[in-house]
């Protein structure tokens, strides 16, 4: 029952040239997760994803921003105009999704309610799951585009003061299996306890290393401003 309701509350992002015909346009993927502030309902990703499309769009000034809010039904957004914040350091960017609340409902989207459910403290050893939505297992057809989802449940190994990571060297996975999950939001499972959104995935460095990286949810302000947690 875990990956029906964490579904709820992501999706694929992609840049590309063609609202028509997305064979050979489609230059790169990557994940997004929504969240009410109570303030403001947002779009989050990672900011090394909305800096790697504006470098491309400043070479390739037809690049669209494309999101699946309902999925048979993906469509561009001016991105530019519903930026709230980015922040390299915390490695998040956030939009306001106010005027596209209709199309996340028609596709079955939810905005975790972030503003009843704070997220709790991590410890080292609790469980992970975040869903994301890997490159290579993008469809790009003459008239149709499709993302397989990639879950992935792991246990905390790191906890930090301005993020936390996951060792996923034992999960007999590939480089590829991880390359498009960034802006996948990370929650928390306990025992007898409801999810709760506990951060952003924002990495994953492979070889020796072999771990994600997460930025904590809580560097999303109300206002939907981003700043570390010091």
């Not at 609340?101 to 309610?113: N, P, Q, S, T, V």
């Not at 879950?151 to 999960?171: H, M, R, S």
């Not at 939001?185 to 959104?197: D, G």
Request: net charge negative; aromatic share 10%; hydrophobic share 35%.
């Amino acid at each position: 029952m875990i990956e029906p309701e964490v579904r709820k509350y992501c999706g694929p992002l992609f840049f590309t040239t063609s609202l028509h015909t997305p064979s050979g346009n489609v230059l790169h993927n990557c994940s997004f997760g929504l969240v009410n502030t109570g303030e403001r309902k947002l779009m989050v990703t990672c900011h090394h994803v909305w800096s790697e499309f504006k470098k491309i769009r400043s070479d390739v000034r037809e690049l669209m921003f494309g999101v699946c809010l309902d999925m048979p039904r993906p469509i561009v957004i001016d991105a530019d105009s519903l930026l709230v914040d980015e922040d390299r350091r915390c490695d998040l960017v956030t939009f306001n999704m106010e005027t596209l609340l209709e199309i996340c409902a028609a596709g079955g989207l939810e905005f975790y309610d972030l503003y009843q459910n704070r997220p709790p403290k991590i410890h080292v050893g609790e469980v992970l799951y975040l869903i994301g939505f890997p490159g290579k297992g993008r469809q790009d057809a003459e008239d149709s585009i499709g993302f397989s989802r990639q879950p992935i449940g792991v246990q905390a190994t790191e906890v930090g003061k301005f993020g936390f990571y996951a060792d996923v060297g034992n999960l007999e996975k590939h480089v590829e299996d991880f390359g498009g999950i960034s802006g996948s939001p990370c929650f928390l499972l306990r025992e007898n306890k409801p999810i709760r959104l506990v951060g952003f995935t924002t990495g994953y460095a492979p070889n020796s290393m072999s771990r994600l990286s997460f930025t904590y949810v809580g560097c999303i302000k109300p206002d939907g401003t981003i700043s570390p947690i010091l």
